[in-house]
Nanobody, 126 residues
Framework: VQLQASGGGVVQAGGSLRLSCVVSGRTFSDYVMGWFRQAPGKDRDFVAA????????AYSDSVKGRFAISRDNAKNTVNLQMISLKPEDTAVYYCAAGRLFYSGSSDYTSNSMIYWGQGTEVTVSS
């Protein structure tokens, strides 16, 4: 499975960005999709996940209400719409594919996912 993330960039605090991830190589709708992020010098943290059909989502507390994950199974794409961005959102964002959906954000770790994209960098300036 190959995951190609895009959409990162530099934005001012309060701004918006939309990340996309295109998946190829396997049946996209067989996988739970998620976004993680890693800030400089920190661990990779869970951001959001969406179930196979796009009917359920999970978010970390730090992004809940500001970020929205969605998927288009016809286009093999998962998106992360980010609004009201803060400097602390600055990180490399990774899309990932896994097998299990958890409704609780604390259940997601890097080991929850099987395949990873290369990351796209988001910088939020104050």
């Amino acid at each position: 499975v190959q995951l190609q993330a895009s959409g990162g960039g530099v934005v001012q605090a309060g701004g918006s960005l939309r990340l996309s991830c295109v998946v190829s190589g396997r049946t996209f709708s067989d996988y739970v999709m998620g976004w993680f992020r890693q800030a400089p010098g920190k661990d990779r943290d869970f951001v959001a996940a969406i179930n196979l059909r796009g009917t359920a989502t999970a978010y970390s507390d730090s992004v809940k209400g500001r970020f929205a994950i969605s998927r288009d199974n016809a286009k093999n794409t998962v998106n992360l719409q980010m609004i009201s961005l803060k400097p602390e959102d600055t990180a490399v964002y990774y899309c990932a594919a896994g097998r299990l959906f958890y409704s609780g954000s604390s259940d997601y770790t890097s080991n929850s996912m099987i395949y990873w994209g290369q990351g796209t960098e988001v910088t939020v300036s104050s």
